[in-house]
Antibody, heavy 115, light 107 residues
Framework: EVQLQESGPGLVKPSQSLSLTCSVT????????WGWIRKFPGNKMEWMGY???????NYNPSLKSRISITRDTSKNQFFLQLNSVTTEDTATYYC?????????WGQGVMVTVSS | DIQLTQSPASLSASPDEIVTITCQAS??????LLWYQQKAGKSPQLLIY???ILADGVPSRFSGSRFGTQYSLKISRLQVEDIGTYYC?????????FGSGTKLEIK
């Protein structure tokens, strides 16, 4: 069974970087696409970006140059880094497999940006 | 960016009722639309992909349809366990975009 698990700090200070890890079991990240999605307080959902089976990336332009998604295929993990965070980045962050749409999701990690 | 206008924002219905949620796309996205259900404290679950195809393990009371750029999710006989928030998502072009969500409550 495909399983995804997010991990990372739940509290980040403004202007710092948010770094999250998605650990995948039951499926290789060298197949399909792997994305990050976030849900803001108030329920708005935002697709942040993805990394492909070959390591190519595609980001939401709304995040401009703040976002980076990378991977470690030896550990079957992929990573999110979001720089220069503000309180507007407070959200629950999910990683997900993008096959026929996002079909497998992690349980989500709540990240609060606060000093 | 492609906008998805989802309605209603919330609705309350009784068990066994028929419930319909719609998403209107701002431009042609073909069949590149998905529907998700999210229960409180859980991650979203894929219900429908390619606008009309039921995802594995999803009860047959859920169905999706398309008429031009309008997409609908129908729950044919509402069950208590269907409570949650429903979202549409377009995967036709980048950036992928979500509808604003529909909160479904049971009367």
């Amino acid at each position: 069974e495909v399983q995804l698990q997010e991990s990372g700090p739940g509290l980040v200070k403004p202007s710092q970087s948010l770094s999250l890890t998605c650990s995948v079991t039951g499926y290789s990240i060298t197949s399909n696409y792997w994305g990050w999605i976030r849900k803001f307080p108030g329920n708005k959902m935002e697709w942040m970006g993805y990394i492909s089976y070959s390591g190519n990336t595609n980001y939401n332009p709304s995040l401009k140059s703040r976002i980076s998604i990378t991977r470690d295929t030896s550990k079957n993990q992929f990573f999110l880094q979001l720089n220069s965070v503000t309180t507007e980045d407070t959200a629950t962050y999910y990683c997900a497999r993008n096959a026929r749409g996002f079909d497998y999701w992690g349980q989500g990690v709540m990240v609060t940006v606060s000093s | 960016d492609i906008q998805l206008t989802q309605s209603p924002a919330s609705l309350s219905a009784s068990p066994d009722e028929i419930v319909t949620i719609t998403c209107q796309a701002s431009q042609d996205i073909g069949s590149s639309l998905l529907w998700y259900q999210q229960k409180a404290g859980k991650s979203p679950q894929l219900l429908i992909y390619s606008a009309t195809i039921l995802a594995d393990g999803v009860p047959s009371r859920f169905s999706g349809s398309r008429f031009g750029t309008q997409y609908s999710l129908k729950i044919s006989r509402l069950q208590v366990e269907d409570i949650g928030t429903y979202y549409c998502l377009q995967v036709s072009s980048s950036p992928l975009t979500f509808g604003s969500g529909t909160k479904l409550e049971i009367k």
